[in-house]
C-alpha cells in the first residue's frame, strides 16, 4: 500500500500541512516567518534581473552561424551556466558596470544580499540592514523593500540603456548604410 505524504504525516487540510510543517521544520514566529519569506522574495527579485542583464549581455557576444538547432542549443547552455551562478558570482561580474552607470541606487546591492543570507542562514536576532533588525523594526523592512523596488528599476533601466538601445542603433545603422551604400 502506498500512501500520500500528507497521510504520512497525518493532515488532511493544506492548513494542517503548512501549520505542521513550519512547526516541525523551524522554531521561527509567523512574524518572523513573513519577514524572512519576505526578504528571500526581494532578494530573488534583485537576482532574476541580474541574470536577466548577464545573460542578454553574453547572448549578444554568443556566436551564432544562421544553424537554428546548434545556435539554440548554444543559447540554452549559456542559459544554463548563468542559472547555475551564485548571486554573488554575477554581481561582482557585473559590478564594475554597474559602478559606472549612473545610478546611485544599485550601490545597495551587495548589502540586500548580505541581509539575505543572514536571514537564510543565520539567527534573525542578528540580521541588520542599514544599522537596525528588519525583523525587528518594521521600518526598516519597509527600507529594504524600497531599497529592492529601486534596484529593480534600475537595472530595468540598465538593461535597456545599455543593452537594447546599442542594439537598436547598431541596427538603425545597418539599415541606413545598406540604403546609402
Known amino acids: 500500500m502506498t500512501y500520500s505524504a ?14 505542521a510543517v513550519r512547526k516541525w521544520s523551524s522554531s521561527k514566529s509567523k512574524k518572523e516567518h513573513l519577514v524572512r519569506s519576505s526578504i528571500l522574495d526581494m532578494h530573488a527579485g534583485v537576482e532574476r534581473l541580474l541574470k536577466q542583464v548577464l545573460f542578454w549581455h553574453m547572448r549578444n557576444i554568443l556566436f551564432q552561424d544562421g544553424d537554428k538547432k546548434e545556435d539554440k542549443k548554444r543559447k540554452e547552455k549559456l542559459e544554463k551556466t548563468i542559472n547555475r551562478m ?6 561582482r561580474t557585473l559590478k564594475p558596470c554597474l559602478d559606472a552607470f549612473p545610478a546611485p541606487d544599485l550601490q545597495v546591492i551587495g548589502e540586500i544580499n548580505t541581509v539575505r543570507n543572514l536571514a ?8 541588520k540592514y542599514r544599522g537596525k533588525n528588519p525583523f525587528e523594526d518594521h ?14 528599476k534600475e537595472l530595468k533601466h540598465f538593461y535597456e540603456r545599455m543593452i537594447e538601445d546599442p542594439k537598436a542603433l547598431v541596427k538603425n545603422y545597418y539599415e541606413f548604410y545598406k540604403k546609402h551604400h
Request: hydrophobic share 45%; charged share 25%; net charge negative.
Open 86 to 91: 551564485g548571486f554573488m558570482d554575477m554581481y
Open 6 to 19: 500528507t497521510q504520512l504525516i497525518n493532515c488532511k487540510t493544506a492548513e494542517e500541512v503548512q501549520h
Open 139 to 152: 521600518e526598516t523592512l519597509a527600507t529594504l523593500f524600497l531599497d529592492c523596488w529601486a534596484v529593480k
Open 120 to 127: 537564510a542562514h543565520g539567527d534573525v536576532k542578528k540580521v
